[in-house]
């Protein structure tokens, strides 16, 4: 059964850093595309960032380029987000999300196969 579980959101105040994990299991990590999503209390959910099976290539959205930082240890099968300079506005729920299929659209919610429950990042001003 696949599984992702996020961790390491919390509480910040506003130019603090915050790293998230995802862990995955189920299946070979190293197979798929990763991406992190966002999502706010009445927004949709959006691009965040992603990595390619490697590591090799990574893409952000430009809000959090130069300030977010994707990674991956695919011998942990676990999936990073460093995030530096957090604003009050990037509070929201922060999914990590799976795809085989690395062709198309990477920045849209659909064509992923699964998603991890969220994790919760609260900026405080």
């Known amino acids: 059964q696949v599984q992702l579980v996020e961790s390491g959101g919390g509480l910040v105040q506003a130019g603090g850093s915050l790293r998230l994990s995802c862990a995955a299991s189920?299946?070979?990590?190293?197979?798929?595309?990763m991406a992190w999503f966002r999502q706010a209390p009445g927004k949709e959910r959006e691009f965040v960032s992603a990595i390619t099976r490697s590591g090799a290539t990574t893409h952000y959205a430009d809000v959090v380029k130069g300030r977010f930082t994707i990674s991956r240890d695919n011998a942990k099968s676990t999936v990073y987000l460093q995030m530096n300079s957090l604003k009050p506005e990037e509070t929201a729920v922060y999914y990590c999300?799976?795809?085989?299929?690395?062709?198309?659209?990477?920045?849209?919610?659909?064509?992923?196969?699964?998603w991890g429950q969220g994790t919760q990042v609260t900026v405080s001003s």
């Open positions: 999300a799976e795809r085989l299929d690395c062709s198309g659209d990477y920045n849209y919610p659909r064509g992923y196969d699964a």
């Open positions: 189920g299946r070979t990590f190293s197979s798929y595309f």
